[in-house]
C-alpha cells in the first residue's frame, strides 16, 4: 500500500513563530487531507487539497502531486494551535492511508 | 448541521467481552469508515460501509464487524477483546469519495 511520511516528529515553537510541516507519499494520489487532532483526540479537518495551494487564516498548505509531497504552514503560531498534525491519502480509492503524524507545542 | 457523532464517549470492558460502538453520519453523507488510533500513533483503517455492505477491509481480524443501516449509520463490534484492543476508535464518513469527515471518537480501555 501507499507509504506516508511526516517531518519532523516534533516541532517545539515559541509564539508567533511560523513552522512548515512536510509530507511524502509514496504514489500518486488524487486528493490529500491535512488534519489537526486536538488534545480531546478529535480529528479536525484543516484542507483537502489534491493540488495547488489553499489558505485559511493563519493555515495554508500546498500539494505538488507530481513530486509527491505536500507541505502545511502555520503563521504567527497561537498555543492553541498545538497538537498532533496528520496527512492522509487514499489508497485503493477508499481508505485513507496515515502519516505518524507531527506533535506542534507552542510555547507562550 | 451536525457533524459526525459517535457513542459513547469512553467505555471500559473487561478481556473477552464484546462492544458495540455507534456512529451517525453528517447530514448528506452515505459512507462510513472506522479507524483504530492507538495511543502515539496514526488512525489505522478497520473497514468501510456502503449501501448497507462492507465494501473494503483493512488488516484487522474477523472479530472486528459491523453494520451499516438504511439511515446510512453504522455500528462496530469487537467481540473477544484482548487488551490490545484498547485505543481510541474513529469514524469518519463522506459522501461519495470526497472529503472523510471524522466524529469525536470513543476510548475503549479493556482490563
Known amino acids: 500500500g501507499i507509504q506516508v511520511e511526516q517531518s519532523p516528529p516534533d516541532l517545539i515553537l515559541q509564539e508567533g513563530a511560523n513552522s512548515t510541516l512536510r509530507c511524502n507519499f509514496s504514489d500518486s494520489v488524487n486528493n490529500l487531507q491535512w488534519f489537526h487532532q486536538n488534545p480531546w483526540g478529535q480529528l479536525i479537518n484543516l484542507f483537502y487539497i489534491p493540488s495547488g495551494t489553499k489558505q485559511n487564516g493563519r493555515l495554508s498548505a500546498t500539494t505538488v502531486a507530481t513530486e509527491r509531497y505536500s507541505l502545511l504552514y502555520i503563521s504567527s503560531s497561537q498555543t492553541t494551535d498545538s497538537g498532533v498534525y496528520f496527512c492522509?491519502?487514499?489508497?485503493?480509492?477508499?481508505?485513507?492511508?496515515f502519516g505518524a503524524g507531527t506533535t506542534v507545542t507552542v510555547r507562550a | 448541521d451536525a457533524g459526525v457523532t459517535q457513542s459513547p464517549t469512553h467505555l471500559i470492558k473487561t478481556r473477552g467481552q464484546q462492544v458495540t460502538l455507534r456512529c451517525s453520519p453528517k447530514s448528506g453523507h452515505d459512507t462510513v469508515s472506522w479507524y483504530q488510533q492507538a495511543l502515539g500513533q496514526g488512525p489505522q483503517f478497520i473497514f468501510q460501509y456502503y449501501e448497507e455492505e462492507e465494501r473494503q477491509r483493512g488488516n484487522f481480524p474477523d472479530r472486528f464487524s459491523g453494520h451499516q443501516f438504511p439511515n446510512y449509520s453504522s455500528e462496530l463490534n469487537v467481540n473477544a477483546l484482548l487488551l490490545g484492543d484498547s485505543a481510541l476508535y474513529l469514524c469518519a464518513t463522506q459522501r461519495g469519495r470526497y472529503e472523510q469527515y471524522f466524529g469525536p471518537g470513543t476510548r475503549l480501555t479493556v482490563t
Open positions: 492522509a491519502v487514499p489508497s485503493n480509492d477508499y481508505k485513507l492511508s
